[in-house]
């Protein structure tokens, strides 16, 4: 599984860091070369919230290519199949 956590470092207020959000991507299915991912963000602008691992949106990414492409590309894939960026 891979784990995607959105974390604020302020050099303002020279807090701790301070998670913001978590995305999930669990392998499912495919070959050596191509996979298919469930991707899953949870609810929640904290780590506690984050913490209770309620899923707020959920999505697949079907045929990526593993090995051909960096793991950000799927990242990227999964936040668009699940709708943000628009």
């Given at each position: 599984?891979?784990?995607?956590?959105?974390?604020?470092d302020?050099?303002?207020?020279?807090?701790?860091?301070?998670?913001?959000?978590?995305?999930?991507?669990?392998?499912?299915?495919?070959?050596d070369?191509?996979?298919?991912?469930?991707?899953?963000a949870?609810?929640?602008?904290?780590?506690?919230?984050?913490?209770k691992?309620?899923?707020?949106?959920?999505?697949?990414?079907?045929?990526?290519?593993?090995?051909?492409?960096?793991v950000?590309?799927?990242?990227?894939?999964?936040?668009?199949?699940?709708g943000?960026?628009k």
């Open positions: 599984m891979i784990v995607v956590h959105v974390e604020l302020s050099a303002i207020h020279r807090s701790r860091d301070r998670e913001l959000a978590r995305v999930l991507i669990s392998n499912e299915d495919g070959t070369t191509l996979g298919d991912y469930k991707c899953e949870l609810r929640g602008r904290s780590k506690e919230q984050l913490d691992g309620t899923v707020q949106r959920q999505a697949m990414v079907m045929g990526h290519p593993r090995k051909a492409e960096h950000l590309n799927l990242v990227a894939k999964a936040l668009i199949a699940m943000y960026g």
